[in-house]
């Protein structure tokens, strides 16, 4: 097996009881992380020297629509509604399998790109088994780190989640490959009844698989209260958005382990409400991130954290001055919480958090290095907030499971521009088709 030394950076390593950042080599041993210290000797080992930047975890991306990428930007003022209408309503229809392949193909690299190195693929558009499985292969053959978590496009509240489906992916196409996993994206108590929500979550618990939902404001549905219940709330629970939540169900949820994601960037844009990230950390919880739709807003997981932190600090912040007349003394949240959500909380609510969202011995080998001697970073004092900053120009190197997927600031796949071409001309066929209704 492959062995490889990366010197000279400093790490940020996400783990408990190091410091926020540190002068460490780390030791790669094929896909995980054999050792980190000061000083390592591996003679044997593939030196790379990483002076000048910094190593962090690899970025999670736990929530995005990839199947969307070929019809990037078109959305960027739709609201929610326009969005559902125009997407939903009518895009969905004129995807093929080939459309979901280039898509989640060119989409992965891009995510790559940006440092991320485990996304968790929200597909509500496998329409048939034919485009569940062209969209798993898309991801496979870009070697990113996913959870594919397997939807179907908006249906009847009373109809199940196809679990023939989910056990053809497990057994096949989806079952076979060490760095893809299966969930299940169901439409969630919000958007079905009663019954089948509670059907839906305890065939994923059964099967045991993360099971992701959204919920973007309104009333909340009876089937809350039914899932809830039947016990089926639990850490491989996943809510995305959960804006307008109320209090006692954050309470509640939390409680029982639930994770939650937010796209912090889309929703203040689209209109799905305000992020929740004030109201889990007041209940000792932290948010995930995603980006949600490229269809609406970029896909770089760090800036999703820039604003959910920048906007919860503002909200807080005024709250200070309404509520004591005076500016805060402190900050309410800090640059290495948000780095965190970014990291850790993103593999714990993708139900990886045993594998990737740290750098610790035995972990998975997910890493990216920053090249903190870019103007725009340069001088790094506070390395934390430096990766925080970053933007794709900074990201230099990604490795996932021990393999670089990214070197010298340039991606690792052969025939970038045949994926762009094709992308280009799947987004054009299906924006003319859904001219033409």
Known sequence: MSRTLLRGARVITMAPGRPDAERADILVDGDRIAMIGENLDAPEAETVDLTGRVIIPGLVNAHLHTWQTGLRAV?????????????????????????????????????INCGTTTLGDWCHNSVTPEHADAAV????????????????????????????????????????????????????PQYSSSDIAVADLRAAAERGLVVSLHQSGGDLA????????????????????????????????????????????????????????????????APSLGTDVDTVVPGQILTAARIALAHQRGLDYTHDRQSAGAQARTPSI????????????????????????????????DLIAIDTRALNLWPAHNPVAAALHADIANIEAVMIAGRWRKRDHTLLHPDLDKVKDRLQESGERILRAMDSV
């Open 334 to 365: 800090t640059a290495k919480q948000a780095l965190a959500w970014a990291t850790a909380e993103g593999a714990k609510a993708l139900g990886l958090a045993d594998q990737v969202g740290r750098i610790e011995q035995g972990m998975q080998a």
């Open 137 to 188: 292969d898309g991801l496979v053959q870009v070697g990113i780190r996913a959870v594919f978590l397997h939807g179907t496009p908006y249906r009847d509240p009373a109809l199940p989640h196809p679990l023939a489906e989910i056990d053809r992916l497990l057994e096949g196409p989806a079952g076979d490959h060490d760095l893809l996993t299966l969930g299940m994206a169901v439409q969630g």
């Open 222 to 285: 009876p089937g809350w209260e039914a899932v809830r219940d039947a016990g089926l709330f639990g850490p491989r629970t996943n809510v995305v958005h959960g804006s307008d939540l109320p209090d006692r169900w954050i309470r509640t949820l939390v409680e029982a382990g639930v994770t939650f994601t937010s796209t912090p960037e889309n929703e203040l844009r689209q209109g799905h409400g305000t992020p929740l990230t004030g109201a889990l950390l007041r209940h000792g919880a």
């Open 75 to 111: 959305g960027a003022d739709w609201t929610l509604l326009e969005y559902l209408t125009h997407l939903h309503g009518s895009g969905v229809q004129h995807y093929r399998p080939d459309d979901m392949y280039v898509s989640n193909l060119a989409g992965a690299l891009a995510q």
